[in-house]
């Protein structure tokens, strides 16, 4: 949830900031390929490459 990373359901701890926090309420997949050419991981603060949720809905 606080990245916004997209990860599978069995893991219990996010691999990109180690974080608890998870939603299952989420719309808009987005994946990053470049984090320095995309508009969308500047919007997003995204800082990795990989498959992020646009909206959360905590
Ligand atoms: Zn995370």
Redesign the pocket.
């Known amino acids: 949830m606080?990245?916004k990373?997209l990860v599978p359901l069995n893991l219990d701890i996010?691999p990109?900031?180690n974080?608890r926090d998870f939603s299952e309420e989420w719309e808009g997949m987005v994946v990053i390929f470049d984090v320095e050419k995309s508009l969308i991981a500047k919007r997003l603060n995204i800082s990795k490459p990989g498959r992020y949720a646009v909206k959360l809905r905590a």
């Open positions: 606080k990245c990373m996010c990109n900031c974080n």
